[in-house]
């Protein structure tokens, strides 16, 4: 086992997660780890400096299919034998624990405020989400406690769990500003609004086709994918879909191209215990492109707007707010320009992942104490 082999795993997300390959992945192994990284039951593919490693499971029900992937998981962990695993994903805490039992370092990266995220789960029936929401919040913080480490996306997570263990650090989910493209000539912008991310019914998709079912002109470029096939329909059957250009999932660089020829972002989820005190990702890739923001009215949303001046805050469940903030901006050109750019000024400044890497490589540096700076000149020292 190589004292700077580390081994990131998930079971849901995709081998080219943003967080997890481009950002914790790539800049650890920029850093000089030897960075390994396990996905399950999908087409591995290859990222300069991370080991791709794929899994499968059989098909079946839920419970079944979260039993044998993590079982997969955990196996394919061994193999590669690293000295630290981080992994993404709730359902892999079981993994983390008897990867601990053999003597491994583990970090648990909490993505989100799951408690939160169950309290508004449309599958599970409402009389039932508050016990489960209990129930899971006290399982995690209890898991939290025996972890080695654990990495949250966003401060309020990290003062949640940092009573439960003190190496709890929050790593922002930020963006690279260096891969995103600004278009500087404002003349050259082909499209109007442009929303990139999950769509569903809490984030906010009916309110915004309300918006565009309104009298007037803009069209919103619409990148993503629907929750649900049921949505989906539903969506393009609904009025203001007329005024709707559909792109489905883009590749990063597309994203990127799509987001320098737009005027304006938009991230209009609507009111829930997950969405109030976070912080979305499509938020700082809006301001890194340089196009103002319009966005739900949430304080602490509102604080990021005010501070860089680079947005709209509307009541989200407010379509004619949502449309009246869209005709200003794009009948102001000039004021919008500004906008973007103080965004992008901020984004430059504060919200970047180059602050945040700091905080991964120093919780990596305590947890392995040896560290790739100094790997070889311990190892001549002993010789």
Known sequence: MSKNRICHLTSVHPWADTRILYRECASLSKFGYEVHLVVANQKAGTFPGVQIHEVHAPAGNRLTRMWSTSRAMFHKALEVDAALYHFHDPELIPVGRRLQRRGKKVIYDVHEHVPNQIRTKYHTPSLLRPAIANAFDWFEKRMAKKMDGVVTAVDTVRERLLPCNPLTVDVNNYPEGEIIYVEKDWSRKTRDVIYVGLINEIRGIRELMDALA??????????????????????????????????????????????????????????????????????????????????????????????????????????????????????????????????????????????????????????????????????????
């Open 214 to 383: 309104l009298p007037g002109s803009w069209r919103l470029t619409l990148v993503g994918t629907f929750g649900t096939p049921d949505l989906e329909k539903q969506m393009r059957q609904h009025p203001g879909w007329n005024r709707v250009d559909y792109l489905g999932q883009r590749s990063r660089s597309e994203v990127a191209d799509l987001l320098a020829q737009s005027r304006i972002g938009i991230v209009t989820f609507l009111s829930a215990p997950n969405h109030d005190n976070n912080q979305p990702n499509k938020l700082f890739e809006y301001m890194a492109a340089g196009i103002p923001v319009v966005c739900s009215h949430f304080p602490r949303w509102k604080k990021i707007m005010d501070e860089a001046a680079c947005g709209i805050c509307v009541d989200p469940a407010s379509p004619s707010e949502i449309d009246a903030a869209v005709v200003h901006l794009l009948s102001l050109p000039e004021k919008s320009q500004a906008m973007g750019l103080g965004g992008r000024k901020a984004m430059e400044s504060t919200y970047n992942w180059g602050s945040e890497e700091e905080k991964l490589f120093d919780l990596y540096r305590k947890l392995l104490e040896v560290t790739p700076r100094n790997f070889a000149h311990n190892q001549s020292l002993e010789r």
